[in-house]
């Protein structure tokens, strides 16, 4: 992703397994404004389905969420082939904001490796 994304991905580090697999760790280091840090574990990968899923157990993300997973699905209709994020939160309280802008980042980023791709 750093490759893909210089301006939003600074660096990913694999601190558990493969950095590709069930329960592998990863730290992200990204922008959103400013430096944020994630800790990721992969929990779940469906070959079938294309689909990976992922819960945050560090970072910033987790001052604000108990609990904080995100799944991508890739999918194909005739011609196009898209991805769907879906988010699973619980707010740490009632002030914390639903995270739209998580989304977004994520939205955005999948436009850019799109972009890469097709230009592969």
């Known amino acids: 992703m750093p490759k ?3 301006g939003k991905f600074q660096s990913i580090e694999v601190l558990e ?3 590709k697999s069930v329960g592998s760790v990863r730290l992200w280091t990204y922008i959103m404004g400013n430096p944020v840090i994630a800790k990721d574990k992969i ?4 070959e079938e389905k294309k689909s990976i899923s ?3 157990i560090g970072g910033e993300v987790t001052k ?3 609990s904080f ?3 991508l699905q890739a999918t194909s209709e005739g011609n196009a082939n898209l991805v769907k994020w879906t988010l699973e939160y619980e707010k740490a309280n009632e002030d914390v904001p639903t995270p739209y802008s998580h989304l977004d980042f994520l939205l955005a980023q999948s436009r ?6 097709l230009k592969a």
């Open 17 to 19: 397994g493969d950095g």
């Open 64 to 66: 604000y969420y108990q």
């Open 4 to 6: 893909i994304c210089p």
């Open 43 to 46: 929990d779940a990968i469906d």
């Open 54 to 56: 992922f819960n945050l």
């Open 112 to 117: 850019h490796v799109d972009a890469y791709l």
């Open 69 to 71: 997973k995100a799944t």
